[in-house]
């Protein structure tokens, strides 16, 4: 986990407590629940619950039925700041954001998120400041005053010090964006879906405090102890049933807002912005907007981020990019699907030729992806030198050691850019320290480090060149090297430390002025009969003499190179040479049989000699059940065509509707026999926008729904 301020350092608020020890406590913390993190701990008070589950993107609480146990009969499951201390304090300038949906009505008892000053169960100092809902069962004389929904803090129990305002109950159905901003001792701010929904002066919290986010069983019952002070009574409540809420991400910053940074162009580096920020949580969202300048000739836009899926609770993460105008839309080789990604990382590769001049770059979003960077290299004569995907760990245990060494080759002098992808994580017993554990010290000797070497040039440990695990927690993060080399050989080498991973290096160069055979903007597999289908689609050809398809039957081979894959043609599947416009090509593979699993790649070449290989592309060619398949081209302007598989014979509908769910038309309906179908949709008549296609079996009893765009 990291935040930029100028550069991509992480740095740490170092507190020192009251006996004068000392606590390290990240800029920014932040959990999209890929896996579990040790800044939390994830809890339930009695044997009888669960832990809180995260799965993928999210995690999940539930407390499901409690029951008279004895003691004190609390059933609380949730997580909260792994400390033995209070890790914040009163004058910190603190800012929360947190995304949750609560999955049911709620029963009696307490459920919430937000900063508690953590004590025990006596309740003695009473300071927090959260969102919290309360419910008391029926038949209480102060069951609707211990009934509410609010933004809530107090600091002790006294009424002049307690502040709430009940919030809509439109927030307690779908997802939300909760956020709670303290200004240190100056003032608390409260906002839902960004709108501030209560201000506080006169009541903050004078002591530390930690994260909670909770469900359980209890009501916390106020009454009257003279004068300005109250008591607070608990009561055990006790049904039957299963109380959720499902969290997205939580986000902790300390001093401000995490900030993006620009770097100034200059020379082949046209842009490097570094946002490292969750999306907004809309519908395809026109969420950043970056300009560049472009000097004509060869440009590679690279793009990394990260989108997940939520197992149905909510729509996966999507991005989308335009550049220049053109849109590369959604379900593509250059956008991300939190479906297919499923939490993974992937760096965006558009390299094509411009025209001098001024361009945008626009990033549109569905639900809440991450995006970390956005860069562009731009040369007259530049050229991808390396594109090596990795996916790679460093082995066990090392110690300074090297891991990878690549070698590159420059023709004439030049500038280059160096391109690295990587992650490095902290090692699972980290904690916060303090005076409860005796130790006032973070130990990061066994955490991931990883570092760069490029020449005879060492860029450091724990730098903003390098990955620090203790810092950057797990998280993606990039370098881009910008150097100025003679020609001749170089090599860039990578030194780690423990298991940090390598998932990407790319090297572009100034003057090395090689074709670009291909701009790829479709590569779509599918199963049709006793063959699989491979069909692409380029954006723009340059000197493109051709291209040659390999297959692969091994899963792991998808990570090697072109050596690992068996080629499938026969002859040169022939290019269309130069050329500024859209070419569709379509090869059928009829020697992969019938059933198991194939990854296919494509090879672009060059009349000179050059080729550039694509991303593998999976298919799973077996006797499928009932499914709809993304259409293909996606986005389109005037024809598409959608493939679907019947399991059954049975009558078929397939339907589309607008981006508001609003029905257009019945594109088909009738009977269909078992096996693989095909619908070509003519777009006359249709405005431009995102579309959804539904296709119902009434045999099967099964509904899907895909998203399509069409472009005029």
Not at 347 to 357: E, H, P, Q, R
Not at 362 to 370: G, L, N
Not at 483 to 497: I, K, V
Not at 563 to 584: C, L, P, R, V
Request: some cysteine; overall charge negative.
């Amino acid at each position: 986990m990291y935040i930029n301020s100028l550069k991509y350092f992480l740095f740490f608020f170092v507190v020192n407590n009251l006996l004068g020890q000392v606590i390290s406590i990240p800029t920014l913390q932040r959990d999209d629940f890929k896996v579990h993190k040790s800044w939390w701990m994830l809890n339930s008070t009695d044997p009888y619950q669960a832990d809180p589950v995260i799965n993928n993107g999210y995690i999940l609480i539930t407390t499901s039925n409690p029951f008279p146990y004895g003691g004190d009969n609390l059933h609380n499951v949730g997580f909260e700041s792994a400390s033995l201390d209070r890790i914040y304090f009163e004058e910190d300038t603190v800012f929360l954001k947190v995304r949750v949906r609560f999955l049911n009505d709620h029963f009696p008892g307490s459920r919430g998120f937000g900063w508690w000053y953590k004590e025990s169960m006596t309740l003695n100092t009473s300071e927090q400041s959260w969102f919290l809902q309360q419910k008391e069962e029926d038949g209480h004389s102060w069951t609707a005053n211990e009934t509410y929904w609010r933004a809530d803090q107090s600091n002790g129990k006294k009424y002049s010090t307690h502040d709430s305002v009940d919030l809509s109950t439109d927030y307690l159905t779908g997802w939300h964006v909760y956020e709670i901003n303290r200004y240190g001792t100056n003032r608390i701010e409260y906002f839902v879906d960004d709108s501030l929904v209560m201000t506080s002066t006169t009541a903050l919290p004078d002591k530390g405090y930690d994260y909670h986010q909770w469900i359980d069983n209890w009501v916390y019952h106020e009454t009257p102890a003279g004068g300005d002070d109250y008591d607070i009574t608990i009561y055990p409540r006790f049904w039957a049933g299963d109380n959720q809420q499902i969290c997205d991400y939580v986000q902790i910053t300390f001093g401000s807002e995490p900030t993006s940074y620009v770097e100034t162009p200059t020379g082949i580096l046209k842009l490097r912005a570094y946002p490292n920020e969750i999306g907004p949580a809309g519908t395809d969202s026109l969420w950043k907007t970056y300009s560049f300048n472009s000097d004509g000739g060869r440009s590679l836009i690279l793009i990394t981020a990260q989108a997940e899926d939520y197992n149905g609770y909510d729509t996966a993460d999507e991005m989308r990019v335009v550049v220049g105008g053109h849109n590369y839309g959604y379900g593509g080789l250059k956008s991300l699907d939190g479906a297919v990604l499923q939490s993974a990382e992937k760096t965006v590769i558009i390299d094509t030729l411009m025209s001098a001049g001024m361009r945008d770059i626009q990033i549109y979003s569905t639900t809440t992806p991450i995006l970390y960077d956005v860069n562009v290299l731009n040369s007259a004569n530049g050229a991808i030198l390396i594109n090596q995907e990795i996916n790679e760990t460093a082995p066990v245990a090392s110690n300074d050691y090297l891991w990878k060494t690549i070698d590159f080759s420059l023709t004439n002098n030049g500038e280059v850019g160096i391109y690295i992808t990587a992650a490095a994580d902290e090692n699972s017993g980290w904690a916060y320290r303090g005076p409860d554990n005796g130790d006032p010290n973070v130990d990061d000797a066994s955490d991931d480090d990883l570092r760069i070497e490029l020449n005879a040039t060492n860029y450091g440990w724990q730098t903003d060149k390098a990955w620090h695990g203790n810092r950057e927690f797990g998280e993606i993060k990039t370098v881009l090297l910008h150097e100025t080399l003679t020609a001749g050989n170089h090599q860039l080498r990578l030194y780690a430390n423990n298991t940090p991973t390598l998932y990407r290096v790319i090297i572009f160069g100034e003057n090395e002025d090689m074709s670009l055979p291909v701009e790829l903007s479709a590569f779509d597999v599918y199963a049709e009969g006793n063959k699989n289908v491979i069909q692409w689609q380029t954006q723009s050809e340059l000197e493109n003499m051709g291209f040659n398809l390999y297959r692969s039957i091994v899963e792991t081979n998808v990570k090697q190179g072109r050596d690992q894959f068996i080629k499938i043609n026969k002859e040169m599947i022939k290019g269309a040479g130069t050329t500024a416009y859209s070419s569709h090509y379509k090869y059928e593979d009829v020697s992969s049989g019938i059933i198991g699993s194939y990854w296919y790649k494509l090879e672009s070449i060059s009349f000179a000699g050059e080729s550039e290989l694509f991303d593998a592309k999976k298919v799973e060619n077996r006797l499928t059940d009932f499914q709809l398949k993304q259409n293909y081209p996606n986005p389109f302007n005037a024809h598409t065509t959608i493939r679907y598989n019947v399991q059954e014979e049975g009558l078929i509908n397939l339907e589309l509707y607008d981006q508001r769910g609003g029905f257009v038309k019945s594109l088909f309906s009738n009977i269909q026999a078992k096996g693989w179908h095909s619908y070509l949709l003519n777009a006359k008549g249709l405005a431009s926008g995102i579309y959804y296609y539904k296709i119902s079996s009434q045999k099967e009893s099964s509904i899907q729904i895909r998203k399509m765009i069409l472009l005029k």
